[in-house]
């Protein structure tokens, strides 16, 4: 074994037996993503504006259904829910509660950065934990150190169950190897509230469009009711819906969000959050034009040329279709005809399945090492990077704990992990590579 090769063993080594991913693998690099003094301190400003803005929603949500903002908000993220799902969510019990950990997906562009979306029921947790720690023994300097992640997972749910739905089997390896190390029982959601041996704190790791194959959800939301337990994140649907980045950018709803926010958290986040509008298909007055499009009807979109589709479509929540990137269709690169298929699927949708549309943003190329599979040999790799910083917030209290960068292959428009892609944590030091054609700012 040469020295080159040694990094790579020592990864291999210290991967579970039973891995991270269920039937899921990624390429390995000797390197850590390493981050500019500048983009650290945004990461960490970004946890506290998006703490912030999680808060702002669940209040405009709040305020809305009971008539004190308007009522179309509401409604609209109520749209395809269960009515009881939407009646317990506005329980007085949970009015203040919503999701301790935040996940967003930051784009890396030429310009910055920008939010492709905000996750609440995150993925990767267990991932990012093993690579700072993995990463750490071998030296690099990783955000959040080796042990921030497994701390902060720790305190939002002390030695509580995490509960896994069967759809999210892909992601109980990763949950079982943290569990082994924070104290938390792994158990399976759908008999969980038959147990007798139910803990205080539970983990919900589990969409809430699945409660339907969860026989016994009912009785979890009773005793989450009656104070027996915790459950985080909590029963709020409306929270884990992409429409808000929406919302976000419409016109009436601007004074609201300068108030809750505060000026500077709103002028920062709208260089984050990229323009979005609700694929609502109801007619415009004849004089109107849908802000920053130029159009009187979203139908028109279909007609765009391809340079005008610099746009993406994704559904908005409560469906299997939106996480993953399932839903995700990028204008610019699909046939015409495709495109306007996709913008009359997502019009019709509507009244059950709320489409968003987004502003595209290129992620920039950046160069990178990567171990070759077979031979463990090391050698350049173009790619584009997704940066997945994970805030927990225990106690009202943002903090960063940690990093997972994905790099894919730069012929990838749509960044998730894939087999091609190098998954790395981020590290503070900002050394090592370089973006093609300058450094990392």
């Not at 020295?3 to 579970?16: D, G, S, V």
């Not at 891995?19 to 990461?43: I, N, V, Y």
């Not at 539970?202 to 459950?231: C, H, K, M, W």
């Amino acid at each position: 074994m040469t020295e080159q090769n040694a990094p790579l063993a020592q990864l291999q080594a210290a991967l579970p037996e039973s891995g991270l991913f269920a039937g899921k693998t990624w390429r390995f690099s000797p390197q850590a993503f390493p981050l500019t003094d500048a983009l650290h301190a945004e990461l960490l400003s970004l946890g506290e504006r998006l703490w912030a803005f999680q808060r702002a929603c669940n209040d405009l949500y709040a305020l809305s259904a009971s008539g004190r903002q308007p009522a179309w908000v509401a409604e609209l993220l109520d749209r395809g829910k269960p009515p009881e799902l939407v009646e317990f969510s506005r329980a007085k019990a949970f009015r203040n509660q919503v999701p301790q950990v935040l996940r967003p997906d930051v784009i890396l562009t030429e310009d910055g950065f920008v939010l492709s979306e905000l996750d609440s029921v995150p993925g990767g947790i267990g991932l990012t934990a093993w690579l700072n720690a993995t990463y750490a023994e071998a030296g690099a300097e990783v955000l959040g150190g080796a042990s921030g992640m497994l701390e902060g997972f720790a305190g939002i749910a002390p030695g509580g169950d995490i509960l896994i739905s069967r759809e999210a089997d892909t992601y109980r390896p990763e949950m079982e190897w943290v569990a082994s190390r924070t104290g938390h029982r792994v158990c399976a959601a759908e008999g969980y509230g038959a147990r007798t041996d139910k803990r205080r704190e539970v983990y919900r790791f589990f969409e809430l469009f699945d409660l339907e194959n969860i026989p016994e959800v009912a009785s979890l939301q009773s005793a989450a009711l009656q104070g027996e337990l915790t459950v985080t994140p909590p029963f709020k649907p409306y929270l884990e819906e992409k429409l808000w980045f929406a919302l976000f950018w419409i016109r009436p709803l601007r004074s609201y969000w300068r108030r809750a926010l505060t000026d500077r958290n709103f002028l920062a986040l709208q260089k984050v959050i990229p323009k979005s509008w609700v694929l609502d298909p109801q007619p415009l007055p004849p004089h109107a034009e849908l802000p920053g499009l130029g159009i009187h009807d979203f139908s028109e979109l279909g007609d765009f040329s391809q340079k005008e589709r610099e746009l993406v479509i994704k559904a908005s929540g409560f469906s299997e279709l939106a996480w993953g990137a399932r839903s995700v269709v990028i204008g610019s690169d699909e046939p015409q005809i495709s495109w306007k298929t996709s913008v009359f699927q997502a019009l019709k949708a509507f009244p059950k399945q709320p489409h968003i549309l987004q502003r595209f943003h290129k992620a920039r190329l950046f160069q990178h090492t990567v171990y070759d599979p077979v031979s463990g040999d090391v050698h350049p790799f173009p790619c584009r990077v997704r940066l997945c910083p994970y805030y927990f917030s225990p106690q009202n209290q943002p903090k960063l704990a940690g990093a997972l960068a994905t790099l894919c292959p730069p012929d990838k428009k749509i960044l998730h992990g894939m087999k091609d892609a190098v998954l790395v944590p981020a590290s503070i030091a900002s050394t090592g590579w370089t973006r093609a054609g300058g450094p990392l700012s």
